[in-house]
Nanobody, 121 residues
Framework: VQLQASGGGLVQAGGSLRLSCVAS????????MGWFRQTPGKEREFLAAITRIGGRRYYADSAKGRFTISRDNAKNTVYLQMDSLKPEDTAVYYC???????????????WGQGTQVTVSS
């Protein structure tokens, strides 16, 4: 699976961004999809996942209430809507695919290239 993430940028605290990730190389509707983020010196952090069937959503505590994951199978795209952004949300954001669609136990098989999100105070 090839994944191409986009939508990052510079935003002020309290603002919003929507990240997009387009998948190719496999039937998108068969894939569980997720979002992670990483800052220098830290491990990659799980944020959200959405299953292929039924669109069940799972969130890390850091994402609950502010971030929303969604998917458009007709466009082979998964989104991450991020609202009420904080400076501590500054990171490189990655999309990922889970071929086995483990849902809450999302297990990435493929990664996108990352998109930088910077939140200024």
């Amino acid at each position: 699976v090839q994944l191409q993430a986009s939508g990052g940028g510079l935003v002020q605290a309290g603002g919003s961004l929507r990240l997009s990730c387009v998948a190719s190389g496999r039937t998108f509707s068969w894939l569980g999809m997720g979002w992670f983020r990483q800052t220098p010196g830290k491990e990659r952090e799980f944020l959200a996942a959405i299953t292929r069937i039924g669109g069940r959503r799972y969130y890390a505590d850091s994402a609950k209430g502010r971030f929303t994951i969604s998917r458009d199978n007709a466009k082979n795209t998964v989104y991450l809507q991020m609202d009420s952004l904080k400076p501590e949300d500054t990171a490189v954001y990655y999309c990922a695919a889970d071929v086995d669609d483990y849902g809450a136990r999302f297990t990435p098989d493929s990664w996108g290239q990352g998109t930088q999100v910077t939140v200024s105070s």
